[in-house]
């Protein structure tokens, strides 16, 4: 075994007593040392009950016959860095966690890892770690928040966190009372989990299920629930048969698993994180999945399952549905199902007994949301590397829109802006040097979009930006413009006024200009100055590449 290095031979008695100070018994000696990377945290709502899943988890573990030893990564809530200085640190938390873990595990050679992520960078930042490690290993998430109930009036609504900040801008606009807004922040968030709609860490938890790299029900069984629990001790006992079978992540994570993973991505109208992040995890393993591929995927998958922020539904809908085994079941002709899983079993296996339980939330391949994927691709003199925009919470009248350039050099001017009212219908709002580089760390803006919603703007403004939008963002937003302006990106020499074209049933996206003007304007900038001097985010700023490669640090 792997963890004899620290356990076997007369070499290893300082190293078994200190492993005797931790509780470890002569029994353990032959026994596999299996990780719990766990990423529990008390300021994370879906992080806060991390140590209950992970006392299942060893549980299944020790009930196979294996030695858990519980250790953690960092974790950052997107929605508490929300619109100040902190969101800078969330995408670039995601490489700090993938080192993390490789650490925790080189030094203490866990012969097997079971991961425990919930949130947006946590679960690419693992899935990233397990490629690159390579060791035997099984995921399970933390689970979806369910729902909260609001009245509003007389009339009772599903919220979550989108609702929340949908309802600033609604109060800004006074449509909705002070009163209101309190009382929707009490209860929009009901308890633990990741937040309810398919957002980021819905997403990717959904995806690691699609990837194969988790058991069914990873990506929908509402955290409150005892099947979490009870999901949790299956992959505990399940990393024991991945250990005794020698199942590799690099066996799961292949060229054909990361399709069925954007497949199941366009069928669901994911967060547009998840092409960063999808991109970053293939990166890891040494598979080449351009930009170009994902959006040759969007124009294949239909849509046929809309939840917040596109519709009222959530989480826990999609899991009476059926889950994710109903949806890759429904899109089964369209998918790579002999792609292994670390059941040991194919996907064509793993889902082949899964029913579409509810047609209202998971619609058939014959009467699809649209005939596309709900994330699409847009290229064009405006974004010639790529930039993405969740088409599914795109209102219809904005598919295709034109409009004058409202420009601003931050997320800050931008929101100020837009409080203010300083925008007209028909507007393309601007957000740039807030890109990997230009951010540093490429933050999300879910405040602005938010405000535009709340605003009743959303169907008549667009909003465009070199750095991220949240999932929980609906309405025109385009994001991860590459290459971005702090690269000299043509989104640089966009001014007032300039008429910007978005096409997104065609995946375009341009600007009225020639491309000789754009060059003198970007010719005529001063040199970019990075906006900080030390620190993590300057060596972020100084390593990472472009939203188009997955914002990865060069080789």
């Known amino acids: ?17 200190l492993l005797h100070a931790v509780g470890c018994s002569p029994d353990d000696w032959d026994k596999p040392f299996i990780g719990v990377i766990n990423s529990f945290s008390e300021v994370v709502p879906g992080h806060i009950h991390l140590q209950s899943i992970a006392r299942a988890v060893k549980e299944g573990i020790r009930s196979r016959g294996g030695v858990p030893f519980e250790v953690n990564t960092i974790v950052v809530c997107d929605g508490i860095a929300m619109n100040h200085p902190g969101m800078k640190y969330s995408l670039p938390s995601r490489e700090l966690i993938a080192d993390s873990v490789e650490i925790l595990a080189e030094a203490h050679a866990f012969d097997g890892l079971v991961f425990i992520p919930n949130c947006d960078k946590v679960i690419p930042g693992m899935l990233m770690a397990a490629v690159r ?8 998430s933390g689970g979806p928040m369910m729902a909260g109930k609001f009245y509003q009036g007389n009339q009772a609504k599903s919220a979550d966190l989108s609702s929340v900040f949908q309802a600033v801008g609604e109060t800004i606009s006074g449509n909705m009372s002070e009163t209101e807004l309190a009382e929707l922040e009490r209860v929009a968030c009901p308890g633990c989990g990741s937040c309810a709609g398919m957002f980021t860490a819905n997403t990717m938890n959904c995806l690691t299920e699609a990837l194969g790299m988790a058991l069914p029900g990873n990506g929908t069984i509402p955290a409150v629930q005892a099947r979490r629990i009870q999901l949790a001790y299956k992959a505990g006992q399940q990393v024991m048969d991945v250990l005794a079978k020698d199942i590799r992540p690099k066996d799961v994570i292949t060229r054909d698993s990361i399709y069925n993973a954007f497949a199941v991505d366009m069928a669901l109208g994911g967060s547009t994180n998840s092409t960063l992040h999808l991109m970053a995890i293939a990166h890891e ?4 999945f351009p930009l170009s591929l994902v959006s040759e995927i969007s124009q294949r998958i239909p849509h046929i399952c809309k939840l917040s922020p596109a519709s009222d539904y959530h989480i826990e809908d999609l899991d009476l549905a059926g889950g994710i085994p109903a949806v890759m079941q429904e899109i089964c002709q369209l998918l790579n199902l002999e792609a292994q899983t670390v059941l040991g079993k194919s996907v064509g296996e793993t889902i ?13 391949l014959s009467n699809p ?3 596309t994927g709900g994330i699409s691709i847009l290229f064009g003199n405006l974004a010639p590397e790529g930039a993405v925009v969740k088409s599914a919470a795109v209102a219809p009248e904005m598919l295709i829109h034109q409009g004058p350039a409202r420009v601003f050099d931050s997320e800050e001017a931008a929101t100020t802006a837009i409080m203010k009212g300083e925008f007209k219908s028909g507007e393309v ?4 040097y807030e890109g990997p580089k230009g951010g540093p760390g490429m933050r999300e803006m879910l405040t602005p979009t938010s405000l535009v919603s709340g605003m009743d703007m959303d169907d008549k403004v667009a909003l465009i930006t070199d750095g991220r939008f949240s999932g929980a963002t609906r309405g025109a937003a385009i994001g991860h413009v590459s290459p971005e302006a702090a690269e000299r990106g043509p989104i640089a020499a966009v001014k007032d006024g300039d008429i910007v074209k978005i096409d997104i049933p065609n995946h375009k996206l341009k600007v009225e200009l020639p491309q000789k003007e754009i060059e003198l304007r970007l010719n005529l900038l001063p040199p970019f100055k990075p906006k900080v001097k030390a620190g993590y985010l300057k060596r972020y700023a100084d390593k990472v590449t472009s939203a188009s490669t997955g914002a990865v640090f060069a080789d």
């Open 429 to 432: 709002i601007i957000i740039r």
């Open 352 to 364: 082949k007994e899964a029913k579409v339980k509810n047609r209202e939330v998971i619609r058939s």
């Open 1 to 17: 075994m792997r963890s004899d290095v620290v356990k076997k031979g007369i070499e290893r008695a300082p190293h078994r007593s």
């Open 285 to 288: 393993a040494g598979i080449a």
């Open 133 to 140: 490690l390579n060791l035997p290993c099984v995921f399970v």
């Open 369 to 371: 949301y649209s005939i």
